[in-house]
């Protein structure tokens, strides 16, 4: 007789309990001490209260109810049963409290729980059913690691959300210790949403606002105050999760100065083995994807980002409770790049853990919004995050060239060098026909050498008279190349057209070898060299390197979540003697440029995800969901498509390669294998399968993962990936590239007239109130302009919400007229704020340099002063020149240089350099005698005029 709906729910259930660790009774052979949580079915309760599915014994003492209903049945409506339940236990049977705390409502398929403990005792949805030992833990043990202002402020008796309602004020500031107004804002309202028991909340912050700070600064607290058991923190990849260690053990608290290390185990998972004792876990979602399978992963596929492998798994495999890891493992999650691990196959993860989620993202798409129940606990985009001097904004330097926008071609006739992709050798050969190619060819089937070239020496010709004038250093440039071996051609022509050695421009990539790659991350982060890192994807996101100065684009992007992560590398703020450590010539960060050689900025971008059709998805992500456990037909069939065809087209040499690799399969073999795998009719006879039909004891599901095994090996995939490349690139040395376009955007020229408009309106508005600016309105009275004056005036400029510098200011002017303003590729220096101030307010026609003017106005006074009499301290010595000696006209020009770097000379600067290495003010009186102060006075007047 077919089984009743109900009994196979109860089935489920029992078997969801034997799996957490309950021991499962009936009610006649109840043993309540027979393990240390016992479920006793059918019990009986209390006359008028009926019967439980399910008494939860814990410790011997009952401590709640599970209520079963057939699956399909909605569990809210049976709230209102399990309630009455939990409040009729039979008086004289042991309890841990009444009524009992702990309510489950389950159909096997779904389960809901209630913790009675809480304030407001609220339901929520569980993969599973927690360990009696956590229950026990919940009902006795509490927490005892941490206090704050008393001597017992983790109470024993109290939950997490209980602890949740009386948090401790936050620190914002202390010695040593600063957030930001965006983090403290995040920090406080997820406190908030927490408190108010929402499951999950997303935080929105710009990239380089500090995430990840505020993201230990909230764990923290969380764990300190909160009495949080342990924190997952997900990361994409490998070198994301070192990175994130990394920061975890450089946390110094507010609340006691000891490290984060020192108070809490934070453990970076690397292996399947989770130290029960870490208060933090990091790992990759693949890595955790990986334990919960209980399946190992391999570390190099950990390095590989995880992003859109998912779409593969048109029906992904599911994950099933697993007693080593319990759901209630973590009590917090926080997944850093939100939007890319909100997916169907990522998803498993995060839904497994009855834990509250904490999105972190600074694009998020509205699909992350919907998964975070559009509870948005911070929202701090870029251009707030520019506003507050937390992040910089950026120029787009647009550089177009003619093969870079239409193709080549090269004649028939004409050699060209074919270098093999795999080992780089190069041979010659002679055309016999004409060879023409696409744009899209460039850099993987055909390498136009002078295209590159040509893109990298206008890149060096206009860096230091349009990108970056007046630097001497390459400001630190991260470029993104299309893959590993147009990185290699890239470095390689930017050390030729720089005239530079090895350690000038260094490849970033997973094929980096010798120094590690988080080694040269590091190099270019803090030390001078390199000056370019050449890059395919490694640094595209997460990786904090806040000296980057220019990103440059040599490569496509689609995704504009892609794209915003690889543009956010450059807006990170850093102060200026940090970036003076690794970039001496630099005043400050106040922007970074983007060179966009593609067209990437002009592009529309899009936030959709890839369709699941095979046909179109590149064989390193087929392989890559192979090795997460991916054997769903589609994506088997398609790679033993591929396999078959790249079997035909590799050399013997090779083919041997892979049956070395693959322990003694041909790819062949490896295509067949997967093909028999896929086809039912190869399944075994029922007679062989003891009776059972092949179908009902897995034979197909089975099947197909020992088929593609060999494929979860990163050494065999790699090599395979490696032969799949065309054999041969053709090297165009022939075809000589020009240039079509260099310049700034309009974008960056629409920036310059809101940085423009912005400083004017500034002006007008405060022209009355700013002794600068009264003095600059009214300068026909020739009131002197001080020094203190000019600086208060540009530390309003400085403050938000302004936010204006000097230098950003003057090349916002040289980008809407070159033809007004001078001494662009120069140095900015506080005295140029007058010429700025002259200029707008339209004193002036042209754009000078305040020392370039003071230098003239030198000239001209000095030429006035030929036709007088000798100084009477000069006489008639030998060295006259005019009304001057040699010595003089030395000192009269250092004079006329301070007053350019200072506004006005006084005696008392003359004991500074470089006058006091000349003898300083008693040298000055004896060359110039009582003449001395007519001359400062009128050098005061008239240069600064």
């Known amino acids: 007789?077919?089984?009743?709906?109900?009994?196979?729910?109860?089935?489920?259930?029992?078997?969801?309990?034997?799996?957490?660790?309950?021991?499962?009774?009936?009610?006649?052979?109840?043993?309540?001490?027979?393990?240390?949580?016992?479920?006793?079915?059918?019990?009986?309760?209390?006359?008028?209260?009926?019967?439980?599915?399910?008494?939860?014994?814990?410790?011997?003492?009952?401590?709640?109810?599970?209520?079963?209903?057939?699956?399909?049945?909605?569990?809210?409506?049976?709230?209102?049963?399990?309630?009455?339940?939990?409040?009729?236990?039979?008086?004289?049977?042991?309890?841990?409290?009444?009524?009992?705390?702990?309510?489950?409502?389950?159909?096997?398929?779904?389960?809901?729980?209630?913790?009675?403990?809480?304030?407001?005792?609220?339901?929520?949805?569980?993969?599973?059913?927690?360990?009696?030992?956590?229950?026990?833990?919940?009902?006795?043990?509490?927490?005892?690691?941490?206090?704050?202002?008393?001597?017992?402020?983790?109470?024993?008796?109290?939950?997490?959300?209980?602890?949740?309602?009386?948090?401790?004020?936050?620190?914002?500031?202390?010695?040593?210790?600063?957030?930001?107004?965006?983090?403290?804002?995040?920090?406080?309202?997820?406190?908030?949403?927490?408190?108010?028991?929402?499951?999950?909340?997303?935080?929105?912050?710009?990239?380089?606002?500090?995430?990840?700070?505020?993201?230990?600064?909230?764990?923290?607290?969380?764990?300190?105050?909160?009495?949080?058991?342990?924190?997952?923190?997900?990361?994409?990849?490998?070198?994301?999760?070192?990175?994130?260690?990394?920061?975890?053990?450089?946390?110094?608290?507010?609340?006691?100065?000891?490290?984060?290390?020192?108070?809490?185990?934070?453990?970076?998972?690397?292996?399947?083995?989770?130290?029960?004792?870490?208060?933090?876990?990091?790992?990759?979602?693949?890595?955790?994807?990986?334990?919960?399978?209980?399946?190992?992963?391999?570390?190099?596929?950990?390095?590989?980002?995880?992003?859109?492998?998912?779409?593969?798994?048109?029906?992904?495999?599911?994950?099933?409770?697993?007693?080593?890891?319990?759901?209630?493992?973590?009590?917090?999650?926080?997944?850093?790049?939100?939007?890319?691990?909100?997916?169907?196959?990522?998803?498993?993860?995060?839904?497994?853990?009855?834990?509250?989620?904490?999105?972190?993202?600074?694009?998020?798409?509205?699909?992350?919004?919907?998964?975070?129940?559009?509870?948005?606990?911070?929202?701090?985009?870029?251009?707030?995050?520019?506003?507050?001097?937390?992040?910089?904004?950026?120029?787009?330097?647009?550089?177009?060239?003619?093969?870079?926008?239409?193709?080549?071609?090269?004649?028939?006739?004409?050699?060209?060098?074919?270098?093999?992709?795999?080992?780089?050798?190069?041979?010659?050969?002679?055309?016999?026909?004409?060879?023409?190619?696409?744009?899209?060819?460039?850099?993987?089937?055909?390498?136009?050498?002078?295209?590159?070239?040509?893109?990298?020496?206008?890149?060096?010709?206009?860096?230091?008279?349009?990108?970056?004038?007046?630097?001497?250093?390459?400001?630190?440039?991260?470029?993104?190349?299309?893959?590993?071996?147009?990185?290699?051609?890239?470095?390689?022509?930017?050390?030729?057209?720089?005239?530079?050695?090895?350690?000038?421009?260094?490849?970033?990539?997973?094929?980096?070898?010798?120094?590690?790659?988080?080694?040269?991350?590091?190099?270019?982060?803090?030390?001078?060299?390199?000056?370019?890192?050449?890059?395919?994807?490694?640094?595209a996101t997460g990786t904090d390197i806040k000296p980057l100065e220019i990103v440059m684009f040599m490569r496509a992007v689609k995704s504009r979540t892609f794209f915003e992560q690889m543009k956010g590398r450059g807006v990170r703020v850093i102060s200026p003697d940090d970036l003076k450590g690794v970039t001496p010539d630099a005043k400050a960060k106040d922007h970074f440029v983007i060179v966009d050689c593609v067209g990437v900025c002009e592009r529309d971008l899009t936030d959709s995800r890839p369709m699941d059709q095979q046909k179109s998805v590149p064989l390193d992500k087929l392989l890559q969901a192979v090795a997460l456990g991916n054997t769903e037909p589609e994506v088997l069939s398609s790679i033993a498509a591929r396999l078959a065809r790249l079997e035909k087209d590799l050399p013997d040499a090779d083919k041997a390669r892979i049956t070395q690799a693959s322990g003694g399969l041909t790819l062949k073999d490896l295509a067949r294998r997967l093909v028999d795998a896929l086809n039912p009719d190869l399944a075994p006879s029922p007679l062989a399968q003891g009776g059972v039909p092949p179908q009902a004891a897995g034979w197909l599901e089975q099947a197909r993962s020992d088929a593609a095994k060999p494929l979860c090996d990163p050494n065999l995939r790699n090599l395979i990936l490696t032969l799949k490349q065309k054999s041969e690139q053709v090297i165009d040395t022939v075809t000589q590239d020009q240039v079509l376009e260099a310049n700034f955007s309009e974008a960056a020229r629409e920036r310059a007239r809101k940085i423009v408009t912005t400083f004017e309106q500034f002006i007008t508005q405060h022209k009355d109130e700013i002794t600068a600016l009264q003095i600059l309105y009214n300068r026909p009275t020739k009131a002197p302009l001080k020094f203190e004056d000019l600086k208060s005036l540009a530390d309003a400029l400085h403050e938000p919400p302004h936010l204006i510098q000097e230098s950003a200011l003057w090349q916002a002017y040289a980008a809407l007229d070159k033809t007004k303003v001078k001494g662009a590729s120069t140095r900015r220096i506080l005295t140029d704020l007058v010429s700025l101030v002259r200029y707008a307010m339209h004193q002036e026609n042209e754009l000078v340099p305040y020392p370039e003017r003071v230098m003239a106005n030198f000239r001209a006074w000095m030429a006035q002063q030929e036709n007088l009499p000798p100084l009477p301290a000069s006489g008639e010595r030998a060295g006259m020149r005019g009304r001057f000696t040699e010595e003089q006209r030395w000192w009269l020009e250092k004079m006329a240089e301070h007053i350019a770097s200072n506004l006005s000379l006084e005696a008392e600067d003359f004991e500074l350099p470089p006058f006091n290495q000349r003898g300083g003010l008693g040298k000055v009186h004896q060359l110039f005698g009582a003449e001395l102060v007519r001359v400062v006075n009128e050098l005061n007047r008239e240069l600064a005029a």
């Open 1 to 539: 007789m077919a089984e009743k709906p109900e009994d196979l729910a109860r089935a489920d259930i029992d078997r969801l309990l034997k799996a957490a660790g309950w021991a499962v009774q009936p009610y006649a052979e109840a043993n309540i001490h027979a393990a240390r949580g016992v479920a006793i079915c059918n019990f009986t309760l209390e006359k008028g209260y009926g019967f439980a599915d399910y008494m939860l014994y814990v410790d011997g003492k009952a401590a709640g109810v599970i209520e079963a209903k057939k699956a399909g049945h909605t569990l809210s409506g049976v709230e209102i049963q399990s309630d009455k339940y939990v409040k009729g236990l039979p008086e004289g049977l042991p309890a841990w409290r009444k009524p009992l705390p702990f309510l489950y409502e389950s159909t096997g398929v779904e389960t809901q729980f209630t913790n009675g403990l809480d304030p407001e005792p609220r339901a929520r949805s569980t993969f599973a059913f927690h360990k009696p030992e956590t229950l026990a833990e919940w009902l006795d043990t509490g927490h005892q690691t941490a206090r704050f202002d008393e001597p017992d402020y983790l109470s024993r008796s109290e939950t997490f959300l209980a602890r949740m309602q009386r948090m401790p004020p936050l620190i914002e500031a202390s010695e040593g210790f600063r957030l930001w107004p965006a983090q403290i804002v995040a920090i406080k309202n997820l406190e908030k949403s927490l408190a108010a028991n929402k499951p999950r909340a997303l935080i929105q912050m710009a990239t380089g606002s500090g995430k990840t700070f505020t993201a230990i600064s909230f764990i923290y607290r969380l764990i300190k105050f909160a009495g949080a058991r342990r924190v997952l923190f997900l990361v994409d990849r490998g070198n994301l999760g070192r990175q994130t260690k990394k920061e975890f053990d450089q946390y110094v608290s507010p609340y006691n100065n000891f490290t984060f290390g020192e108070e809490y185990i934070v453990q970076h998972l690397t292996s399947n083995n989770l130290d029960r004792t870490a208060r933090v876990c990091v790992a990759t979602i693949q890595r955790m994807y990986s334990m919960l399978k209980g399946r190992e992963l391999s570390e190099e596929d950990e390095e590989v980002s995880a992003s859109r492998v998912d779409s593969l798994f048109k029906s992904p495999e599911p994950i099933d409770y697993n007693p080593a890891i319990p759901i209630e493992t973590f009590d917090i999650i926080v997944t850093d790049e939100a939007h890319r691990s909100i997916y169907n196959l990522w998803r498993q993860v995060l839904e497994y853990f009855d834990a509250y989620l904490v999105g972190l993202t600074a694009t998020p798409s509205k699909q992350t919004f919907g998964f975070f129940n559009q509870n948005l606990v911070m929202e701090y985009g870029h251009e707030q995050a520019v506003a507050d001097g937390v992040n910089v904004n950026y120029d787009v330097y647009r550089i177009r060239t003619q093969v870079s926008e239409t193709g080549g071609k090269v004649d028939a006739g004409y050699y060209v060098d074919l270098r093999d992709k795999l080992t780089r050798k190069v041979r010659w050969e002679q055309l016999d026909e004409e060879f023409a190619y696409d744009p899209d060819k460039l850099d993987r089937d055909v390498v136009a050498v002078d295209q590159i070239r040509t893109l990298v020496r206008t890149f060096r010709d206009k860096l230091f008279t349009e990108i970056f004038p007046g630097r001497t250093d390459v400001p630190k440039t991260l470029i993104f190349a299309k893959d590993d071996s147009h990185a290699e051609d890239i470095v390689r022509i930017v050390r030729e057209e720089f005239a530079k050695g090895n350690e000038f421009a260094q490849k970033i990539t997973y094929r980096t070898t010798g120094e590690t790659p988080e080694r040269l991350i590091a190099a270019f982060r803090n030390s001078y060299h390199p000056r370019i890192a050449v890059t395919v994807d490694m640094i």
